[in-house]
């Protein structure tokens, strides 16, 4: 059975940096693109990051780059969120989602129960 | 950036009738890379449909997705109590992005 554990989620002043993470299991890890998606209270959901099962290549959102950065640990089975210079905006419930298809640009089939992110003063 | 517009925002319908959620993008989906998602509240996403109109696994068959290009659809050919709930398209081509939903409700 596939399952994703976020946590690393909390409250944090603007400015301020917090790293998410995400332990898989149930399925082989290094063969999937891993993602992180957002949802601001009330609102819809966003994309925020992919990485590539290797590791080697990640792709952001605009709002994002050079800002928060995606990483993982295929030794763990875990993917990573490091989030820098946090702003008001950024307040949402982050999950991270496994892609379906381990060789084509997929969709996503699992996603976990997702981390609160709240950035105010 | 493509941009998906779903409509109509809120769709009110009984047990048993059919739902038809429309999303359209900005520009053409490649590759018809466009996924549907179930949102209960409280709930992560649930995975419906991938590359415009095939099945995930374990997804009733009341579900179905159609469309190419920029106009897709998906269809809920009888509701049932738990269909009830906000449905997101989503394209996974590049820089994936979503739509902003529609609530269909009791």
């Known amino acids: ?121 | 950036e493509i941009v998906l517009t779903q409509s109509p925002g809120s769709l009110s319908l009984s047990p048993g009738e059919r739902a038809t959620l429309s999303c359209r993008a900005s520009q053409r989906v490649g590759s018809n890379y466009l996924a549907w998602y179930q949102q209960k509240p409280g709930q992560a996403p649930r995975f419906l449909i991938y590359g415009a109109s095939s099945r995930a696994t374990g997804v009733p068959d009341r579900f179905s997705g159609s469309g190419s290009g920029t106009d897709f659809t998906l269809t809920i050919s009888r509701l049932e109590p738990e269909d009830f709930a906000v449905y997101y398209c989503q394209q996974y081509g590049s820089s994936p992005t979503f739509g902003g939903g529609t609530k269909v409700e009791i």
């Not at chain 1, 890890?29 to 990051?49: C, D, E, I, N």
Request: net charge neutral.
């Open chain 1, 1 to 121: 059975e596939v399952q994703l554990l976020e946590s690393g989620g909390g409250l944090v002043q603007p400015w301020g940096s917090l790293r998410l993470s995400c332990a898989a299991s149930g399925f082989t890890f290094t063969s999937y693109a891993m993602t992180w998606v957002r949802q601001a209270p009330g609102k819809g959901l966003q994309w925020v990051s992919t990485i590539s099962g290797s590791g080697g290549n990640t792709y952001y959102v605009d709002s994002v780059k050079g800002r928060f950065t995606i990483s993982r640990d295929n030794s763990k089975n875990t993917l990573y969120l490091q989030m820098n210079s946090l702003r008001a905006e950024d307040t949402a419930v982050y999950y991270c989602a496994k892609d379906h298809d381990p060789v084509v640009p997929a969709a996503n089939d699992y996603w976990g129960q997702g981390t609160l992110v709240t950035v105010s003063s």
